[in-house]
């Protein structure tokens, strides 16, 4: 009797389930994908939100950047090289104080209206709100621009007297605060991108941030190769071809697919499983997997970030530049690179990772002989004086080796013992800003291709410095290269504000990043980029 | 009846009333900054969002302004966490994704769980019952970030017609609901197999058996209706825990359930969003403890009269 019924009922369920598996597919979703020109990419999480004003993180930026496009444009395979976006042209005066940018009369927005010189003034005037109820944290974005900072300070009310000026419908005047040569550079960034004037402000005001619904799908409309289609939570955004785009013509994709997936090791299985064209990341203990199983797919590639540990110079013993430098010496990064991370990450000099033409002054490398020197010259008497000193980091499965390794290299080569903090992200965040940890795990991403994007956070109480640093040295040779038009001198005076950093050790170097992802050998002109920002009106999907 | 259903509504509210004040303030009380965020924020910036979300103003005004808001408002007011979005919307996006998976993998343990607890305690210490025993144990031990993984990788990456995870297709469902139901169907064994033993050990039973009543009909007609009690009494809270969506099988499987949004909710401390979903749980939960309390008076005639 009960032998009857198992037997009927699974052979129920086993017919339910080979019905449901043989009645639901023939393709895989890359297959299907490929033919109908749609690009999938795995994004890490949920975007926080849409509005280029509004955001700052780079899953973020991946959206916005099909979404959106600026006065110039990334090219797909050189870096710090700026292709025309909405402006076809653009001039400087000799000190490259005042740019000219003439806008392309064919650009529009996803609606059909004319994008104008008047939709970017609006949009800086938006970013720049001085309005404390408008938390646009990227906002010192567009500090380059004359009176930005005082106007978004409060300083100054007039918005016509901040450097930007439409001349015309289609001419737009940018004055700057100082020569910067790389403009160009800086407007392929979101925060430099307009956003459409007329859809703003049917949703709100100029500064209504977040209760805007003009962002949400059905309300987007943007001026960039795409427009939002569908946006679901943790579920999937999905853009399709702008149809009004002025170079519709260069947009191969008809659409792309971007998936929230926050677990990295399904996102890898994902890949395996033909249903991703492009993983945000590899985890690192699937590296070796992915090496050995795609190949050339797996591409490890540069990335102009750095990791770091900042230190809190305020707090005994690290008021001490010579035990600074002795816990910075002590770092065997060659090793954290190869054994921990193993994506190709490369040891960090200095805080600006190698780039153009740039020179980094190479400070900081592992030397346990000098750092025990240094330790000896500190005036500590012995190990055991030292006082109780911990490191602060996340919760991340890599914080944690990361942190142990530190504590096993400072026990091994200074004989000092090092407790670690874990921490979740937003505790964590917290108590870096309020200086409240001796070491924290820390990195930084290039908004742009110039060390400044590296170099300004150190200013004396800088938002991003919570070090307790401060060096006027430092801050009179950023003054310097900011008034200096010539470029190598000016990278030249940027390298001696390195230096001087660096000397004075209120970070710990550790590493340069890297980007680690899976590609589809279908997915043609991604080149490597130093930014990792690419622009997808030049992405191409072709089988062999 | 009638006041039964009564009387056990009013003690949902109270419970659930309770259950959000604690809430509330254990929230607030955890470390972190919700809007702390990888860059900078001004203190100017950050005291605009705190009066943004009503957070500047002293606890017990912002615990009172928020049942305010949902009383008179039908409002649970905005994510801090996702801007610009309601919890409600939230909530109202992601429940019939979980409400869909969690109904299916119930369906799957029961189907799966009770039979099983019928044939182990059919066998008793017989090889049948060790072996359902120990598919039941292993369904409690091993958990969902273990199975979804082998789930993953041995069955949808060589099947072509599955897929690892996502939530596009009709058989996306199947994993994710896989998964989630062995946790369900270990549980429903190992209790109808007690619950079974219990009956076939009573009076009536070898009174029938004595009688000559045939062996299925003894199980079908006889025992299995007392035998289940124990179970559906365990079916009530399941239900509802298994409709709000499980945290881990939807980060492994990509599936946009609720069960994620507890969790982010609480390390992104999204107070509005952990508060309107315990409060809508809370309220699930003393639904179907309520229905599973009917079920047992449906099932148990001493229950009615008493």
């Known amino acids: 009797m009960g032998h009857i019924s198992v037997v009927r009922i699974i052979g129920f369920i086993v017919f339910g389930l080979s019905f449901l598996l043989t009645s639901c597919r023939r393709q895989s979703n890359i297959e299907e994908a490929n033919d109908a020109g749609i690009l999938i ?235 991703l064209h492009l993983t945000y990341t590899v985890p690192s203990e699937l590296i070796p997997f992915a090496k050995e199983n795609y190949g050339s797919q797996l591409r490890q590639e540069n990335y102009v970030g750095v990791r770091f540990l900042r230190v809190n110079t305020l707090r005994e013993p690290f008021t001490n530049p010579k035990v600074r430098r002795a816990f910075a010496l002590a770092i065997d990064q060659q090793a954290i690179c190869e054994k921990i991370l193993q994506g190709g990450q490369k040891p960090a000099s200095g805080i600006v990772p190698p780039f153009g033409e740039y020179k980094p002054p190479a400070i900081i490398q592992f030397d346990p002989v000098k750092a025990k020197e240094l330790l000896a010259e500190s005036g500590y008497e012995s190990t055991s004086a030292f006082p109780d000193i911990t490191i602060l980091t996340t919760d991340s499965e890599t914080g944690r080796r990361e942190a142990e390794a530190l504590q096993a290299m400072w026990k091994e080569h200074l004989g000092i013992n090092v407790r670690i903090i874990q921490r979740e992200w937003t505790t964590y965040l917290q108590k870096q800003y309020d200086a409240d940890y001796d070491l924290c795990a820390g990195g930084w991403i290039g908004d742009y291709l110039d060390p400044t994007t590296f170099l300004e956070m150190w200013i004396t109480d800088g938002g991003n410095n919570n070090t307790g640093w401060g060096s006027e040295t430092f801050e009179e040779y950023l003054h310097e290269a900011e008034n200096t038009a010539d470029v190598s001198q000016r990278m030249a005076t940027l390298a001696k504000a390195e230096e001087t950093l660096l000397d004075d050790t209120p970070v710990l170097p550790i590493y340069w990043y890297t980007t680690t992802y899976l590609i589809r050998p279908e997915v043609k002109n991604w080149h490597p980029l130093l930014l990792n920002n690419h622009p997808f009106k030049f992405v191409k999907i072709e089988k062999d | 009846m009638l ?232 079916l009530g809270p399941a239900f509802a825990a298994i409709i709000t969506g499980s945290f881990v099988v939807e980060n492994i499987f990509l599936v946009p359930g609720m069960g994620q949004h507890f969790v982010l909710g609480v390390t992104s401390k999204d107070y509005n969003l952990v508060l309107g979903l315990v409060l809508f749980y809370g309220i699930l939960m003393g639904i179907a403890n309520l229905l599973s309390d009917l079920v047992l008076i449906f099932m148990d005639p001493k229950l009615r009269t008493s």
């Open chain 1, 41 to 275: 990419i795995g994004n890490s999480n949920e975007p926080k939100g849409l509005d280029p004003h509004l955001v700052s993180g780079v899953l973020e930026s991946n959206i916005i950047r099909a979404l959106f496009e600026g006065l110039c444009v990334e090219d797909p395979a050189i870096d710090g090289k700026a292709l025309p976006g909405v402006a076809m042209k653009w001039t400087p005066n000799k000190e490259f104080t005042e740019w000219t940018f003439d806008l392309n009369p064919e650009a529009k927005w996803s609606d059909g209206e004319d994008v104008t010189a008047h939709d970017f003034v609006f949009s800086y005037k938006r970013m720049l709100s001085p309005d404390p109820n408008w938390p646009a944290q990227y906002s010192e974005m567009l500090y380059f621009l004359k009176n930005a900072q005082e106007y978004n300070k409060g300083k100054i009310t007039d918005f016509a007297q901040v450097g930007a000026k439409a001349v015309d419908k289609h001419t737009l005047l940018l004055t700057l605060r100082g020569p910067i040569p790389y403009l160009p550079e800086l407007t392929k960034h979101y925060t430099w991108y307009p956003v459409p004037e007329h859809i703003v402000l049917k949703h709100g005001k100029i500064n209504t941030a977040f209760s805007s619904q003009w962002t949400r799908p059905g309300n987007l409309v943007s001026n960039g190769p795409f427009q939002l289609k569908t946006w679901t939570t943790n579920h999937k955004i999905e853009v399709e071809r702008n149809p009004h785009y002025w170079d519709a013509e260069t947009v191969s994709l008809n659409g792309i697919r971007y998936l929230p997936v926050k677990n990295y090791y399904t996102e890898t299985r994902m890949y395996g499983d033909e249903q």
């Open chain 2, 3 to 234: 006041r039964t259903i009564l009387s056990r509504l009013l003690q949902t509210v109270v419970v659930v009333f309770l259950l959000v004040t604690f809430t509330f303030f254990a929230i607030h009380a955890m470390p972190g900054d919700p809007f702390a965020d990888a860059k900078a924020t001004s203190p100017e910036e950050k005291a605009a969002l705190e009066a943004y979300y009503g957070l500047d103003k002293p606890l017990p005004v912002q615990y009172f302004n928020w049942w305010k808001n949902v009383i008179t408002n039908n409002d649970f007011g905005d994510s801090i966490a996702m801007k610009g979005r309601k919890v409600s919307t939230l909530i109202s996006e992601s429940f019939p994704v979980s409400l869909k998976l969690g109904l299916l993998s119930l369906v799957m343990g029961i189907s799966l769980g009770i039979p099983l607890g019928i044939i182990a305690a059919l066998y008793h210490n017989q090889m049948l019952d060790y072996l359902a025993m120990i598919i039941a144990m292993a369904g409690i031990c091993v958990v969902a970030f273990v199975l979804g993984p082998i789930f993953q990788i041995n069955i949808a990456k060589p099947l072509t017609s599955l897929n690892v995870a996502g939530w596009d297709r009709p058989a996306d469902i199947i994993l994710p609901a896989i998964t989630l139901c062995f946790g369900v169907a270990a549980y429903l064994a190992r209790l109808t197999r007690g619950g079974m033993l219990d009956v076939l050990s009573q009076d009536y039973i070898r009174s029938a058996r004595a009688k000559g009543v045939p062996p299925l009909k003894i199980i079908t007609r006889h025992a299995l209706r007392p035998a289940l009690m124990p179970a559906v009494t365990f």
